[in-house]
Structures are given as C-alpha cells and as structure tokens.
C-alpha cells in the first residue's frame, strides 16, 4: 500500500494499459504474424517463394499504388489548400460554403464509391450523359488503366479533399494577421504573401496532413475495389484478390509484407521531411 | 474542534532534487501559522505534502496527534484553498460549498443548513444560485473559502489565497481571513512570499528555505533576531545591512543591522550613493569596505558625502548563523 | 476589396458543385423512376418526375435492412468501447510526464498506420476459432484498433483543458476516485467525449476492409452494398445509401467546427 501510493504516477501507466494491450494484441501481433508467415512456403521450410511467385504482380500493383497515391494526395493538397485559402477570408456565406465543402467526409467511403461508379458508367454514367448533352463525344472511363486509376484518384480526391482542407485551415487560423499585415506594408503581393509567409508557417499542417492521409492513401481498398475491380489491382486489392482465393492465401501474406514495407518507407519519409519536429511539438 | 499538525523528518524530491529535506514543523491548535519563503522554495510543495495529493519520500504527518502520512487526501480531514481556487466550473456556488457535505453523505436539510451558515458567515448568501465562472476574483475567494469551512476540518491549508485579487479587495480580505480563524478558532497554515501578508496575519512565521525551516517564530522576532544572514537578508522591506565584524572588534564574524538601528557618531563611515526618501525618512545607500548597506535617516545627504554613524544596537553572525545579540550604549528605546 | 473576392466566390461555387454533384446524383437516382435514370443510355440529370417507388421496393427488401441493423449495432460496440478505452487511456496519459505520454501516441499512431488488410488476414484466422468470425462483436473489435489511437488523442486534449488542481481539491473535499469522476470530471469533460462517440461511430460506420474480411457472410451496409453493385444491381440499394448517408452528413456538419485544428492537434502540444 506504502509503496504504491508512493509511486503515484507510475500507477497512471495502468490506465494507459488497457488500450496499449489492446493495440499490441489485435495489430502490431498480428502485423508481425504476417511477416512471419509471408515465408512460409510449406510445412516447416521457409523461403522467399511466395515473393517469388508473384513478383510481376507485385511489381506491377506496387508501381500502380505509388502513383495512385501520389497523384490523388496531390491533387487533394493542391484543393485544399485553395479551399483553406477560400475559407479563412469572411466571405460572405461561408458558412454554407464550409458546410459544402465537408458533405463528401460525411460520405461513406462504398456510398462515394457507388455514386462514381454511376457516373462514370461507361454505358448510362452521368459524366457521359452530360458530354452527350452538350454534343460532345461520350469517353470510356476505363478503356485504359491509367484512365482507370485516374476515375480512382478523382474519387478520392472527392472524398479525401475535406479533411484536409480542414486541417490546413487549422493551421492558417494560427497564423498571426498582424504578420501579413507586416507583410503587405513591406511591400509584399498577395502571391509573394503566399510564398514566403503563408506556406512556412503551414508547413507543419501540410507534414501532420500528409502523414495522415499519405498512409490512407496507401491503404486504400473500398474504392479501387469498388469501382475498377481488379482492373488493374493496387496492392491492398491484390492482397484481397489473393486471400478470397484459397489456392493463393499464401501468397497474399507476401502482398501484405510488402504494403507493410512501403507504408514504413512513406511515415519515415514524411517524418524525416521535417515532420518530427513538428509532430514533437 | 482545533487540532495540533506535526511534521517529522518529511523528504520530497523531484528529478534527483531534494524539495524537502527532513523537515520538521509543529503547528499549535487554534494558531495561526505562515510559512514564508521566496519562490520555488517548495511551499507549495510543502502544502500538497500535507494535504496529501503529494506523495511523501519519507516523513510522518500527524494531525491531531494521529498519523495520517498512509492516508488518501479524502480521508485527512484536511481543507485546502488553492491559488486559484479550483471551483467547480460546473457547479452553481452553492453546489460547489455542499459539495464536501455530499460527499460525507449528509442529509440534504442538513447540507442546506450548514451551507447557509457559511455563506452568512462570509456574506455571500445573495450569489448563491450564480455559475462559479461568472464570480469576482474577491467573490471567488471567499466560495474557496466557504467550502473549506463547511466541512469543519481539523486543519486548513491556504496557498497564497491573496495573490489573485487586486490590492484593495486583497486589504479587505486579509483582515476577514484573520477575523475569521481567531472567531472560529481554526488553525490555519497559510502559505505565502508576500511579507506583509505574513506580518499582518500570523501568530507565527516559518521561514522555508533550501527544504527546511530555518526560522520560527512571531514576525517580529524573524526582523529582530534573524537566527541566520540568510532570513536577515529575505526578511524586511530593507535586507539587513552586514558588515566585517573587524570594525567593531568582532574579526572573524559578521556584524548584521537593520537601516533604523543607527545614529550619528563615528564608529563607522560611508560614502552616499543613493538616496531615497520614504514617509519623512531618508534611506541612504553607501558602502563600507565593500559591503553596500543601507541606513535610516532624519538628515539630508548628497550623492558624494560621507556619512559617519554608531550603531544602536547590532547581531553578530559567526559562519551565517546569529551568535549574539547586542545593544550597545547609543541604545535608547525611542531610537526604535 | 471586392474586386479581390470576386474569384474567390467563382472558385468557391466551382468547388461547391464538383462537391455537391454526387451527393445531388445519389438524391436524383433515389426519387426518379428507374425508367428515367437507370434504365437509359444517358440518364436525365434533371428531376422531370418525383416517385417513392424505390424506397418502398428497398425497404420491402429485407437483404439490405438486416446489414443496416448489423451495421448500427456495429458502430455502437465501437463507439462505447472508444468512450471507455480511450477516456482511461487519456486520463491516464495526462498524468504521465509529457515526454512519455507523448512517446505512447507517437506508438498508438503507429498502429493506425499498419494497413488495415495487413492485420484484418491473420485477424481473421484467429477469429475464426474464437467464434468471432462473421460475427458482429468480431467486426467491432477489429474496427475498434482504427478509431482507439485518434479516440485518446481527443481524450487526452479534453483531459488536458481541464482547470488545474480541481480533481485534487475533489480528493481534498472528500471525494474518492469514483465521485470525483462522477461529478467533477465527467460534467467537464463532455464536449470531447461527444466528439469521441460521434467520430467512433462514423469511422465505424464507413468501415469496409475489416467488415469484409471478417464479416462477409454477415455483412455490414457498406459490403452488401459492394455486394450488390459486383453483382450489378445497384439500384436496388441506391435509395438506401440515401438513407443511411444522411444521418452521417448531419452528424459531420455538427462536428465541423471541432474537426477543425483544435481538436485534430490540440493534445499534441506538450
């Protein structure tokens, strides 16, 4: 009783516990588990043949999600900072204009999917019937798998663009007026104000923003599933592909050691960008 | 009910740094107690150890001759009003004093006649039904307070309850804190670095330094008889003024005086450089074989003078720690 | 000045109708006849009839209100476990020494990266033999390890806000660990926890890969609505995504102005 009351905060440790074991049990156990049976080949022998196996694909799925990725959380950064940009000024209306501007993150993921899947129906879509109606020739969406992956990364950037929007905007509220004003007394233009003032002091938001949305981007599943199939497959896809089939389960443990891989390589990457220090503070 | 407290031996560090260092303390019934120090001296610290959300490394607290050091904070009997007074933001006024009756599980008449006693007692029985975070920093104060007293604990513990108010309500609100201990003969220990509160308020004054005490007793006597260089130099508007105790035939110690406790003569002599003027007196700042001092005058002086003065009476320090005591023979009552 | 505003408004407006335009689809397809929507080569875009059709041939469809049930006690299990996981973890984390309480997010925040389909394969399996497989409460713990890292950032911010040295002068005023939870922090600590249960039940809501991987016999809205439209009916349930977005739409535009910076950031500072 002594001892312990003496110890006071370290007892706190044991309200921690709960969700700490819960987090080791249900997901860095089962991740290392993975790893571990991505070398299985057979009964006891272990080897890298199940990455063998399935080089190409993987090769060719891993090559699809980089750009996937990159591009849409372009695409979204590039948004988003022009929504922030809207919303920080007392436009009037605003208010309905911010509303607007977060439905999509209200949206869930397999509804935003289904809804694109309607527009961008290569027969009866939407999107055709509007080129159609202002006598324009109707386009296959997913003719190429470039144009497929780009109906992803429209999707998504439709679904994604809010949260990061509202972030970034997070971080130029903290940003101090008075300091443009200094600014536009200098001398300084709206885009030299962007440039040198705006972007440095946002850079902390943009690291948290990418952080968190660059490994979503990794992982995304509902929306290339839903939407391309496996036309062509991003990594998360493969590795579903190959689970849902049994002959294959082996080799999906392999796909996943490799998402794994390349999510690490992205959070060290992003963190090493200057995201620690930021994320510290 | 009052209730004597006893410290024995408390030891509290943080990081390798000792807070409190065997420290000891005996606080009579009924007294007034003011543990004074600078900051970051561990009052506060001292306060938390008592009441009990700080754990002890060692040490014994006992109130009322029993030892509560093993005991959770609700089960002491303790009140304590925080700096900042820590209402309950969402509790009216009146939720915020019954609080500690609820949780005694007293009956809810009971609870209101208690309460209305306090709030009568510290005439704050119009705010009752008001949300604490609409309150004045005076009116806030004394809900602290209320909250406190209902209760009935054996001992309260304030830390530097004044420091937030401003100067005129802090005036009004000390001599009510004392109205009201000596009126309900509770016995406070009331933590603070303000001096003037100290000598207003207390019956006796611990001084807290480097995590022990190193003086008690009535304020008067810490001015008087500074039982080291240390509290002489902490303690009074003025630091007691030291001197090489060589000038006065006591080489090898320190002699110690305060501003007023001189008179013209020639034993010792200074050159003015600073001269302040304060209520009809003149404070005049010299230096004597590099020591700077100050004393008290009725004269005028210029920047560049020398000044020549006896003392009327002195402290000898031998090593920071008062030896002896001395009038000497300019020594009359009315120089005082 | 004005000038200056003018393409913010077209680039506002411009944004607002590519954000707005499939949710406006998904109204348009959910009230028109199939006749002028589905059934075309290039569907109508504007509404030139009004039915209800859809809804009651949807709602008649009993396949798809079992998954939305399925999908409601779902969110619920998660949510609740969040509100109780995450306010001990925060409270638990503001009372740690910031260097460590930071290390253990920094460590939570980890864990969400992990893919989710990386973790819900072997998940799966062990599930299968605890009798969690294609079971709801399964589906709920998986979803649970998405929503626990930002549930006790939250918390921990909300913990973090409150006034200093209230819960000890709770203890002081006699209180024990329970009623002082009970009547001093709970009360204070409401906003944050709302925001928690609100978030947890949309992630939850939204949820897929888990919900398929371990529940795909006893799905969740989200995979039978994938069901439905591999299999190439999506009419059938274009009413329904109606009706379960909107609540979710509702909730995020209440949430709005707490997603914003504060929330998202407000426990990182130290």
């Not at chain 2, 110690?256 to 001269?275: C, M, S």
């Amino acid at each position: 009783m002594l001892k312990s009351y003496r110890n006071r905060n370290y007892k706190y440790i044991l309200f921690v516990l709960p969700a700490l074991v819960y987090i080791a049990i249900l997901s860095f156990f089962p991740a290392a588990s993975v790893v571990f049976l991505s070398f299985k080949t057979s009964k006891d022998v272990y080897s890298l043949s199940n990455y063998y196996a399935i080089k190409g694909s993987l090769l060719k799925a891993t090559y699809d999600t980089v750009i996937v990725s990159f591009g849409a959380l372009l695409i979204q950064l590039f948004f988003a900072i022009l929504i922030a940009n809207i919303l920080i000024k007392s436009l009037k209306g605003n208010k309905i204009f911010s509303t607007i501007f977060i439905i999509p993150y209200g949206i869930s993921t397999v509804v935003s999917a289904f809804i694109f899947s309607l527009i961008f129906a290569a027969v009866g879509g939407f999107a055709n019937s509007t080129l159609h109606s202002l006598g324009l020739p109707v386009i296959d969406w997913y003719k190429t798998q470039y144009s497929s992956m780009g109906v992803v990364m429209f999707a998504d950037f439709w679904k994604n663009t809010p949260l990061v929007a509202l972030i970034l905007l997070g971080g130029l509220s903290s940003i101090d007026p008075a300091m443009m004003e200094a600014a536009s007394v200098d001398g300084a233009g709206s885009f030299r104000r962007f440039i040198h003032i705006t972007l440095p002091n946002l850079a902390p938001f943009i690291a948290i923003a990418l952080l968190i949305r660059g490994v979503s981007e990794f992982n995304i599943f509902a929306l290339p599933l839903v939407l391309i199939g496996y036309h062509p497959s991003l990594i998360n896809t493969l590795v579903y592909e190959y689970f849902t089939s049994i002959s294959s389960v082996d080799y999906s443990y392999a796909a996943a050691t490799i998402l794994l891989l390349i999510i690490a390589a992205f959070a060290v990457l992003v963190i090493k960008l200057g995201g620690t220090s930021n994320y510290e503070k | 009910m009052t209730y004597k407290m006893e410290l024995i031996n408390l030891k509290k560090s943080y990081n390798n740094v000792k807070v409190l260092k065997n420290l000891n303390l005996t606080v009579n019934d009924g007294e007034f107690l003011v543990i004074l120090g600078p900051s970051g001296e561990g009052k506060s610290t001292l306060l938390r150890t008592i009441v009990g959300i700080e754990s002890l490394d060692g040490g014994k607290v006992t109130v009322g001759g029993k030892d509560v050091t093993n005991k959770p904070p609700n089960k002491r009997n303790i009140a304590m009003v925080f700096q900042n007074y820590a209402l309950y933001p969402n509790m009216t006024v009146y939720e915020n004093i019954a609080f500690p009756l609820k949780m005694e599980r007293i009956g809810k008449d009971k609870i209101k006649a208690k309460v209305n006693e306090v709030t009568k007692l510290l005439k704050i029985e119009d705010i009752l039904n008001k949300n604490v975070t609409k309150l004045s920093g005076g009116q806030k104060q004394r809900v602290a307070i209320a909250r406190a007293l209902v209760r009935d604990p054996a001992l309260f513990l304030l830390d530097e309850p004044l420091s937030n108010l401003d100067a005129r309500v802090r005036y009004t609100s000390r001599q009510e804190l004392k109205r009201l201990q000596k009126e309900l003969n509770y016995t406070f220990i009331y933590v603070t670095h303000d001096q003037l509160e100290a000598s207003n308020l207390a019956d006796r004054v611990a001084v807290l330094h480097n995590g022990v005490i190193e003086q008690i007793g009535k304020y008067n006597e810490l001015y008087e008889k500074p039982a080291t260089k240390w509290i002489g130099d902490f303690i009074g508007t003025y630091p007691m003024n030291f001197i090489d105790g060589g000038i006065l035939d006591y080489a090898g110690k320190t002699i110690g005086f305060r501003p007023p406790w001189t008179k013209n003569g020639n034993d010792i002599k200074a050159e003015v450089n600073l001269i302040e003027n304060s209520e009809g007196n003149y404070y005049v700042h010299g230096n004597v074989n590099g020591n700077s001092i100050v004393i008290r005058t009725t004269e005028k002086y210029s920047i560049g003078d020398e000044i020549s003065f006896n003392l009327t009476k002195f402290n000898i320090y031998n090593n920071g720690i008062l030896e002896d005591v001395k009038l000497t023979e300019y020594y009359k009552n009315e120089n005082l | 000045m004005k000038n200056n505003n003018i393409p913010s408004y077209i680039l506002a407006i411009i944004l607002s109708i590519i954000f707005i335009y499939p949710l406006y689809i998904l109204i348009l397809i959910a009230f028109e006849p199939i006749s002028l929507t589905f059934d075309r080569l290039y569907p109508y875009q504007l509404p030139f009839d009004f039915t209800l059709a859809n809804f009651e041939s949807s709602i008649k469809d009993l396949s798809l209100i079992t998954p939305v049930l399925r999908s409601i006690v779902v969110a619920f299990i998660v949510s609740i476990l969040a509100i109780v996981l995450s306010t001990s973890a925060g409270y638990g984390l503001n009372k740690l020494s910031s260097r460590f309480s930071n290390k253990i997010i920094v460590l939570m925040f980890f864990a969400n990266m992990l893919p989710a389909i990386v973790i819900a394969i072997p998940i799966s399996v062990y599930f299968i033999k605890l009798g969690l497989y294609d079971n709801v409460l399964g589906i709920a713990l998986a979803q649970e390890l998405v929503v626990l890292p930002i549930s006790a950032f939250i918390m921990l911010g909300g913990f973090r806000s409150l006034p200093r040295d209230l819960e000890n002068q709770a203890n002081i005023d006699g209180a024990g660990m329970i009623s002082t939870f009970r009547y001093v922090i709970m009360p204070l600590i409401k906003v944050p926890l709302t925001i928690t249960f609100l978030l947890a039940w949309m992630t939850s809501w939204d949820e897929f890969t888990y919900a398929i991987i371990i529940s795909p016999l006893a799905p969740t809205f989200p995979v039978s609505l994938y069901d439905y439209v591999s299999r190439g009916e999506p009419f059938i349930s274009a009413s329904f995504a109606l009706i379960v977005t909107i609540p979710v739409i509702l909730i995020v535009v209440f949430l709005q102005k707490y997603l914003k910076g504060e929330y998202l950031t407000g426990g990182m500072k130290a």
